[in-house]
Nanobody
Framework: QLQLVESGGGLVQPGGSLRLSCRAS????????IGWFRQVPGKEREGVSW????????GYADSVKGRFTISKDKFENTVYLQMNSLNAEDTAVYYC????????????????????WGQGTQVTVSS
């Protein structure tokens, strides 16, 4: 069974960068699509970025397009989210999620599309 562990969150100043990691264990990510979501108290979980199981098709929410980059390292069995030009609106708990996907080039954007979730990592953007 897929298990996901996020890391890399922390406190960063506006304009700064962080790289989040989503390390998988239990199975290889070769046939798993991965998504990054974020949530602030009182709000619904929001999709941030997604990547297909073959790692060739990334997608981004409009709010992060041009600032965030998602990538999949099959050797490390890890998905990364590079976050640049961070601002206060990016403050949230970030979760990665996975789902089995034999449609290799397709990514999934909704939380309900995913069966496996990590525990989350806090990102705080503040001066």
């Amino acid at each position: 069974q897929l298990q996901l562990v996020e890391s890399g969150g922390g406190l960063v100043q506006p304009g700064g960068s962080l790289r989040l990691s989503c390390r998988a264990s239990g199975v290889t990510l070769d046939y798993y699509a991965i998504g990054w979501f974020r949530q602030v108290p009182g709000k619904e979980r929001e999709g941030v970025s997604w990547i297909s199981s073959n790692g060739d098709s990334p997608g981004y929410a409009d709010s992060v397009k041009g600032r965030f980059t998602i990538s999949k390292d099959k050797f490390e069995n890890t998905v990364y989210l590079q976050m640049n030009s961070l601002n206060a609106e990016d403050t949230a708990v970030y979760y990665c999620a996975g789902r089995l996907s034999y449609i290799r080039h397709y990514y999934y954007t909704l939380p309900s599309d995913y069966a496996y979730w990590g525990q989350g990592t806090q990102v705080t953007v503040s001066s």
